[in-house]
């Protein structure tokens, strides 16, 4: 079984400022690690996804995240935010094998202050 | 090309009652997936379907029950609602079933009273 722990339920930050959004997972087989984007009233989009290879990966806002193995953790990371950046981030695992049965964690809510 | 699309969008039932929800997904994808996201949570897998069999079922109860048409929309059914039904359910897919990249829909607000 995998699970996913994202401490901060809430993370205020001003524009322009860096932000950094922590996720550590658990799972006893190898696993693909992802972030989420939902904006209100909307789905999930797929911010960015781990499976193999280079351990930092990116997205096409600006977002990236690195995974660590020895730390279990897929933290993700702008280094300037946008008002736009404003939504609710999940972190997700999947077993690397087997069907899509994805954990997601609780969420973390990434407010932009202007 | 449509997203994934569901329907309907808010839905208000009783203690008791029973419910079909209904997602038709992407052009091409054959994998359905269904979660239900009680409010502050995240979402919690309930659902696999891929090419009309069921690929993988998670800890819900037997109340919950989902079926795949020829057509690969796909029908999630509630019976005898509880309260705790209450929650937004997402419907997600995927080109194929293990598909690493899930499309998902706006989802349908369940509100049990």
């Known amino acids: 079984a995998q699970s996913v722990t994202q401490l901060d339920s809430q993370v205020p930050v001003f524009e322009e400022a860096p932000v950094e959004l922590r996720c550590n997972y658990s799972s006893s087989v190898s696993v693909y690690l992802f972030w989420y984007v939902q904006y209100p009233n909307q789905g999930l989009q797929l911010l960015l996804k781990?499976?193999?290879?280079?351990?930092l990966v990116e997205s096409i806002n600006g977002f990236e995240a690195e995974f660590n193995k020895s730390q279990t953790s897929f933290h993700l990371r702008k280094p300037s935010v946008h008002i736009s950046d404003t939504a609710e981030y999940f972190c997700a695992v999947r077993p690397s094998g087997g069907y899509q049965k994805v954990t997601f964690g609780t969420g973390t809510k990434l407010q932009v202050i202007p | 090309d449509a997203g994934v699309t569901q329907s309907p969008t808010h839905l208000i039932k009783t203690r008791g009652q029973q419910v079909t929800l209904r997602c038709s997904p992407i052009s091409g994808h054959k994998s359905v997936s269904w979660y239900q996201q009680v409010l502050g949570q995240g979402p919690q897998f309930i659902f696999q379907?891929?090419?009309?069999?069921?690929?993988g079922r998670g800890n819900f109860p037997d109340r919950f029950s989902a079926r795949q048409f020829p057509n690969y929309s796909s029908e999630l059914n509630v019976n005898a609602l509880l309260l705790g039904d209450s929650a937004l359910y997402l419907c997600?897919?995927?080109?194929?079933?293990?598909?690493?990249?899930?499309?998902f829909g706006s989802g349908t607000q369940l509100s049990v009273l």
């Open positions: 781990y499976l193999s290879g280079s351990t």
């Open positions: 997600a897919s995927s080109k194929t079933a293990l598909g690493e990249k899930l499309f």
């Open positions: 379907y891929y090419e009309k069999e069921e690929r």
